[in-house]
């Protein structure tokens, strides 16, 4: 009886080890499976440092709480799935550019240089329309070799704003890049500034130019350039007078104060009493312009608001009769405001070629009781 219950105990015991050896065999696959599935989600450490656990790269290489860069998409369709991805993207666009040849977007002048921007200008030597994006980047020589500035350490992915910019044909515009929001404040050594752009209309197969500016930064070199004027477009139009003053019209003269050449045309925006004015801007009383003599089919509006059409040269005046009795009819006795945009289609070298006075010219006239 005690062989017979002592050879039970030993049974047991060998069941209870042979059951606790399978359940731990068992947890122990399960484990395994549950690091192997893990292991394919990035840990917080593994991302960008501008993104947190969960959130995901884009197919463009952003995050999908930042705007598109639009106009990497269009110059190029590569998905940029990994910061390892956008790092060799730079890379590529760097080599291209920098083994590209006879650009037709050339430097104009000397580069103004500092540790934290440039100031230069580019010109268009070609019969096209050169159409870029707010993007650009920065090489550096590194081991012989074109390599693409770092970030700053934490910065992460990049997003530009999606902006579209031209510059006409033999056009020349200044450009003033600062980069210590992304680049930081750089040491000496050998530089260049890159943009990406295409000529003339886009379509699928279109050739891919790049505005390429070589500068160099010493133990000299400022930290800072002199800030930039604040005056974004100056006018290019001056009123010089305004004078013979009837209900159907004015007579006005304008002298061409830019450097260029302008197709001009005055356009006709609105006309209101002086008592339902507020002040000189248009926006304060354009609400309460006169009404409409008749009602004006929209292939009429050209002819009807368009005046002192003609080809006005630099530092030349103009003199045109303004008449408004087509849109507004004869004005009686009062005082008036009249807005009108003033400039025109700008000739080479003006970048763009869209030269008008900021802000709307306003005049205020008087329409007498004698007429």
Known sequence: MKKLFKYSVTK?????????????????????????????????????DNLSAGEQLGADGFS????????????????????????????????????????????VDDVKVSRTGIAFSLENCSDLIFNY????????????????VPHLAGLGSVAWVDLGYSLQSGGIKQYYPKWDWIFGELPPGRYMFIREGWLGDWNPNRDIVYALVEFVITDESPINLPPQSNEITPNVIELISFDDVTPNGMTIKIENISPYDINHRAQLL????????????????????????????????????????GFLPSGEQMEFRLDWTTAYGEL?????????????????PHPTGWAFNRPTLVILFTVLESY
Not at 16 to 41: A, R
Not at 133 to 148: F, K, M, N, T
Not at 277 to 298: A, K, M, Y
């Open 12 to 48: 047991n015991k060998n069941s209870i080890i042979f059951v606790s050896g399978t359940l731990l065999l068992l947890m122990i696959c399960v484990l395994t499976l549950i690091l192997l599935f893990s292991s394919e989600t990035p840990s917080e450490s593994e991302l960008p």
């Open 64 to 107: 999908d709480d930042e705007p598109d860069n639009t106009l990497n998409q269009i110059l190029n369709d590569k998905e940029h799935d990994t910061v390892e991805d956008i790092s060799n993207y730079r890379i590529a666009i760097v080599n291209a550019a920098t083994k590209s040849s006879n650009s037709p977007i050339t430097l």
């Open 133 to 148: 994006g707010e993007h650009w980047d920065l090489a550096h020589i590194l081991d012989d070799y074109w390599s693409p």
């Open 270 to 309: 609105d006309i209101a009493l002086e008592c339902c004015s507020r002040s000189e801007f248009l926006f304060d009383w354009q609400s309460f312009g006169i009404v409409h003599s008749q009602p004006l089919e929209e292939d009429e509006l050209a002819a009807i608001y368009m005046h002192g059409e």
């Open 332 to 348: 009686p006795p009062g005082e008036y405001r009249i807005a009108l945009s003033i400039g025109g289609r700008a000739n080479a």
